[in-house]
């Protein structure tokens, strides 16, 4: 709208830089467990497990900075129980943080056995993502609103998380002279 509606013309690029709740990135993704994602047992391969969990943090990362993004990091995963052939997963993401180009987003898996009318926690994963443009250059992001207590929480864990990473970085670089 212009300027004769009373309001203030806005420019896109102010636009894209408005700060963005959590619940605007949520992203939910499910798979159904076939015969080609298991291992001879019939349990689903870990690395296709890990597939899904970057495909679905990188949903909730596109979502908040509405830009092509990249992995940059995966923090540890552990694989709390087996998923088998015919399971459903269910896989929760939304971005926790914002660091200038990059975001942290937090990944939760759960297992669903619709026959047995079952879920469980599978696994949980914090992923960094840098966006970027067509070109590779890296973008700003605009920052992350958390709303509610859970949001918090999970918004002051990236941040010492993120300091972990760069300590360890850091430690690892020294190492390497």
Partial sequence: ???????????????????????????????????????????????????WIDLAGAMAAHRHSRSHVVTASVDHIDFLVPVRVGDLVILRSSVNRVFQTSMETGVKVFVENYIADTAQHVA????????????????????????NEDQQRRYDDAGRRREIRRAEFERRRKVKR
């Fill in 1 to 51: 709208m212009g300027e004769k509606s009373g309001r203030k013309k806005v420019d896109m690029s102010e636009e894209m830089q408005m700060p963005r709740p959590v619940r605007d990135s949520q992203s939910e993704m499910t798979e159904i467990v076939l015969p080609n994602d298991a291992n001879p047992l019939g349990a689903l391969l870990g690395g296709r497990l890990m597939h």
């Fill in 124 to 147: 949980s994963a914090y992923l960094t993502f840098v966006a970027i443009d067509a070109k590779g250059n890296h973008l700003k992001v605009p920052a992350v609103i958390p709303e």
